[in-house]
């Protein structure tokens, strides 16, 4: 169960888009199509932003999108914008478990 | 609308006993798969442990399995966390989180606000 790797730090301006990544193994990001997308304001409890690769939970402005290929899955804010600034996990469903990312902070400059 | 309301942090000696609880409210509390997740002061998020929806199956992350036991009581719409033979590394704040959807597998979805247990001497 180690954590799936993300870049520590990505950084854009606003109107810009950015991409995470997300790299596991064939038995995690790999394996199966369930890979989801959370944003963490600091001090608050994380929000679901995409489920399954790439579906947005009702309320998810379409700026946010999912994508995977083979063990790296990625989240793509286009039109980044000044409330974007946050923590963002992915995790991947892994055979009964679950599995968080290393976390990826992205600045709006 | 859903709401998820966890107590029962504080802190506690090494080797110590803690239960978490989490009251759920807002939805139907007995249809969906229910999480524990932790996050560590200024760390990533950790997964702890799962039950499904009738607690007929029950998951936990290696750190924890055989010390920590999580439960439900769909009566009283509330899920446990048992924590024992706590470690200063299982100091965190401790969330209680539902299943998106209904379907199994199914995201992680909405969060509570969480309760921070600390581990010290």
């Known amino acids: 169960q180690s954590a799936l790797t993300q870049p520590r730090s990505v950084s854009g301006s606003p109107g810009q888009s950015v991409t995470i990544s997300c790299t596991g193994t064939s038995s995690d990001v790999g394996g199966y199509n369930y890979v989801s997308w959370y944003q963490q304001h600091p001090g608050k409890a994380p929000k679901l932003m995409i489920y399954?690769?790439?579906k947005r939970p009702s309320g998810v402005p379409d700026r946010f999108s999912g994508s995977k290929s083979g063990n790296t899955a990625s989240l793509t804010i286009s039109g980044l914008q000044a409330e974007d600034e946050a923590d963002y996990y992915c995790c991947s469903y892994a055979g009964s478990s679950r599995v968080f990312g290393t976390g990826t902070k992205v600045t709006v400059l | 609308q859903v709401q998820l309301v966890e107590s029962g942090g504080g802190v506690v000696q090494p080797g110590g006993s803690l239960r978490l609880s989490c009251a759920a409210s807002g939805f139907t509390f007995s249809s969906y798969g229910m999480h524990w997740v932790r996050q560590a002061p200024g760390k990533g998020l950790e997964w702890v442990a799962f039950i499904r929806y009738d607690g007929s199956n029950k998951y936990y992350a290696d750190s924890v399995k055989g010390r920590f036991t999580i439960s439900r009581d769909n009566s009283k719409n509330t899920l446990y966390l048992q924590m024992n033979s706590l470690r200063a590394e299982d100091t965190a704040v401790y969330y209680c989180a539902k299943d998106h959807i209904v379907v199994v597998p199914a995201a992680i979805g909405y969060w509570g606000q969480g309760t921070l247990v600390t581990v010290s001497s």
């Open positions: 399954d690769v790439s």
